[in-house]
Every structure is written in C-alpha cells, then in structure tokens.
C-alpha cells in the first residue's frame, strides 16, 4: 500500500533505491546471457522519480577525459572526493551556470552525472564544493596553462591574435574578506556595491589564455601591459597581434604596444584621433 513520506525520507529512500538498482546492473553485466522474459505493464500505474539528465553530462565529461583535465587534478594533488566535486563543479557551470549552492543542488537533485562516474554526490556537503572551488582557484595559473597548451595541440591554434578586454561585478554584502572589493564604476549599475574586475585574454579563436582578478576601482587602461607582459614570460617567441576596445586603447597603451613591437588593433578612442597617435 502506498505510504506518504516526509520529504526528506522519500529522498532518502529515491536515493537508496537508486542505489541498489545500479548495483544489481553491475552484477547483471557479468552475470550470462539469459533468455528474454516479457510482461505486460500497465502504463498509467507508473509514476517517473528521480528524473535525471545526462545529454550535457556525458559531452562535458568526455571532454575532461579527452583532455586529461582530470589526470590533471590528480597530479596537482586532487583526491578522489576532491576531484569528483572538481570535475562536478565544472560540469555544472558549463550546464546550469550558477553558484556553489546552485551547482550543489543541480549534482544531487536533477543531474545524472553520478551515474556516469559511479560517484554518489549526495555523499558530499555543501561546504565540499566550497572548498574545492577554492582548491581550483589556488591551482588557477597551472590550470589555465595546461587548459590552453591542451586546446592549443587539439586543435592546431594560431597564435597570432589576442583580444583582451575587461568587465567588472558586484557583491551584494560587504566583501570585507576581499581585498580586491572596491567601490568604482559599476558595469551593472551598482557602484553602491564593492566590486572587482575581471581580465581575460582570448586569442583569435576564442579559447581563453589567461585570467585575472583586479580591484574593483582599478584603471582599466593600466591592466594591459601586466597582462600581456605575465603572457609574454610563457611563451617568449610568440608576438601577437593585440586586439584592444576603446576603454584601454588609450595613448600611453598604444605608445607602449608600438614600442615593444606589438602589432595592434584598437578601437580608437576620438581623442587619440585628433592627436594623431592612431589614423
């Protein structure tokens, strides 16, 4: 007879269920072959629980694997839980971009990529995926260059454009515990909020390079000679093209660009115009 269950013990009891079912699949594919047994079922007495998608997941997953991001982890020190929650966490940012909480819920509520790792991640507490996204950003430069050295083999990149530009977001609280939590011009509307500014350098096929955090009142304009100076110690032969917005082509960048034998692409600012810097 059907029993009504508290919430968290129908939970539980979809998960062991699930649990068992898969178990009882690993015996069965080493069990023999057995002869075909049909049943007539009665297709409005069934009812569908724990519904799970797996069409992204097991894309994303491949992906890891092709690129050996997950022999990576462990090379970088990653255990077993950590890794799981690693590759977990990344998968559901590239499905149902969200929060650590968001990605949380979205692994043990509606995602089937336990199944295809045989990892349960109702095993693992929130804070886990809070502590591996602070794993992940510790090992942050190590992994963008294996990232980009892997993608740049795969698929036989040209290095001859980077295109580089900046935004900024915001906190909602304080962000005491941040040190680049500034106020400045919010790109959202919300310089009433602290806020940083975030980097990125693509090169001309649109796989990241590298990455950086600044403060939130930082100049854009002064960031770009960091940045391409820290991308210029890892691979000194290569001389790009760089392609820039109006926001950081000011004259003093472009003066730097001419004079370190870069080749560049600005939006061109009216001032820089009319001095004559850039026609």
């Known amino acids: 007879m059907p029993i009504e269950l508290d919430l968290k013990l129908e939970r539980l009891a979809q998960r062991y269920s699930a649990l068992v079912i898969r178990a009882i699949a690993r015996l069965k594919e080493g069990a023999a072959p057995h002869v075909a047994d049909y049943q007539s079922v009665d297709m409005s007495s069934l ?5 799970r998608s797996v069409g992204i997941e097991h894309v994303a997953l491949e992906s890891v694997r092709q690129i050996g991001l997950d022999k990576k982890l462990e090379a970088l020190g990653f255990n077993g839980p950590q890794r799981m929650a690693a590759i977990g966490t990344i998968i559901a940012r590239m ?3 969200g929060s650590e909480l968001s990605s949380y819920n979205w692994l043990t509520e509606h995602s089937g990529l336990g199944e295809l790792v045989d ?9 886990s995926f809070y502590r591996v996204s602070d794993q992940l950003l510790k090992h942050k430069e190590a992994l963008e260059n294996f990232l980009y050295s892997r993608e740049r083999d795969l698929f036989e990149l040209d290095e001859v454009i980077m295109l580089y530009d900046l935004t900024n977001t915001y906190f909602e609280g304080t962000a005491e515990a941040n040190g680049n939590a500034s106020f400045g011009k919010s790109k959202e ?3 009433d909020c602290p806020l940083v500014t975030l980097a990125l350098v693509l090169d001309g096929s649109g796989f990241p390079k590298r990455s950086e955090v600044f403060a939130g009142n930082v100049a854009e304009s002064k960031t770009l000679a960091q940045m391409i100076e820290a991308l ?5 032969n290569s001389v790009p093209t760089v392609v820039l917005d109006a926001g950081i082509a000011t004259e003093e960048n472009i003066n730097w660009l001419i004079k370190n034998n870069y080749c560049n692409c600005p939006g061109t600012p009216a001032s820089l115009t009319q001095t004559g810097v850039w026609q």
């Not at 009812?47 to 519904?51: A, H, N």
């Not at 210029?232 to 000194?236: A, I, L, R, V």
């Open 119 to 127: 990892f349960d991640f109702e095993t693992l507490n929130l804070m």
């Open 95 to 97: 499905a149902a971009p």
């Open 189 to 191: 509307k919300r310089s």
């Open 232 to 236: 210029k110690k890892k691979d000194s």
């Open 47 to 51: 009812d569908m629980v724990r519904p």
